[in-house]
């Protein structure tokens, strides 16, 4: 099983700034079988980016992925107001499909 | 426009089961695989379970350890609507149950549509 860690847990930062998360895998994941979710109070996960570093439908650009092998990175480049929310990577490689903890991004 | 519709969550005894369901409109759920994905009150994250897409077989079934043996993943391509029998229910079992589609037809594909959930609440 691949367990995913998330850091850091929680981000603080103001609008406008620049987040960085990360995303580390116990074992490469293979063909960047990677995605992040955004998760919002209140509401169901939304798929933000898919195959390591590709935005999925409706995504604005400010949002963008990299990585591979075991070591991954979703950056918002410019925060806006509604960005603020939980952020999710899962692998999608090989059951079982993990979600790892998650990294909240909260307005200083 | 995609839409996954859960229901069936409510009050169970430990011990007890549930049949959730997961009514699917706006696509051909014949075409895709689907799964079940669970959150616990102020957790994260935690896959259940997939079923793939195998012609008109039901597909290939995938689960989490934590629920192998007494969780079972179906579809009805007729009707458009995925399931989750649970039996054998704990108290950690409770948590928000979301569908989600699978991009493709096979498992190895990312999560693209989910819906709001249905709330399964364990306890005597």
């Known amino acids: 099983e691949i367990v995913l860690t998330q850091s850091p847990g929680t981000l603080s930062l103001s609008p406008g700034e620049r987040a960085t998360l990360s995303c580390r895998a116990s074992q490469s994941v293979s063909s960047s079988y990677l995605a992040w979710y955004q998760q919002k109070p209140g509401q169901a996960p939304r798929l933000l980016i898919y195959g390591a570093s590709s935005r999925a439908t409706g995504i604005p650009d400010r949002f963008s992925g990299s990585g591979s092998g075991t070591d991954f990175t979703l950056t918002i480049s410019r925060l806006e107001p509604e960005d603020f929310a939980v952020y999710y990577c899962?692998?999608?490689?090989?059951?079982?499909?993990?979600f790892g903890p998650g990294t909240k991004v909260d307005i200083k | 426009e995609v839409q996954l519709l859960e229901s069936g969550g409510g009050l169970v005894q430990p011990g007890g089961s549930l049949r959730l369901s997961c009514a699917a409109s706006?696509?051909?759920?014949?075409?895709?695989?689907m799964n079940w994905v669970r959150q616990a009150p102020g957790k994260g994250l935690e896959w259940v379970s997939s079923?793939?897409?195998?012609?008109?077989?039901?597909?290939?079934?995938y689960y989490a350890d934590s629920v192998k043996g007494r969780f079972t993943i179906s579809r009805d391509n007729s009707k458009n609507t995925l399931y989750l029998q649970m039996n054998s229910l704990r108290a950690e079992d409770t948590a928000l149950y979301y569908c989600a589609k699978h991009w493709a037809s096979t498992v190895t594909t990312h999560f693209d549509y989910w819906g709001q959930g249905t709330l399964v609440t364990v306890s005597s």
């Open positions: 706006g696509f051909t759920l014949r075409s895709y695989a």
């Open positions: 079923i793939s897409n195998s012609g008109g077989s039901g597909g290939n079934t």
């Open positions: 899962q692998h999608y490689g090989s059951s079982p499909f993990t």
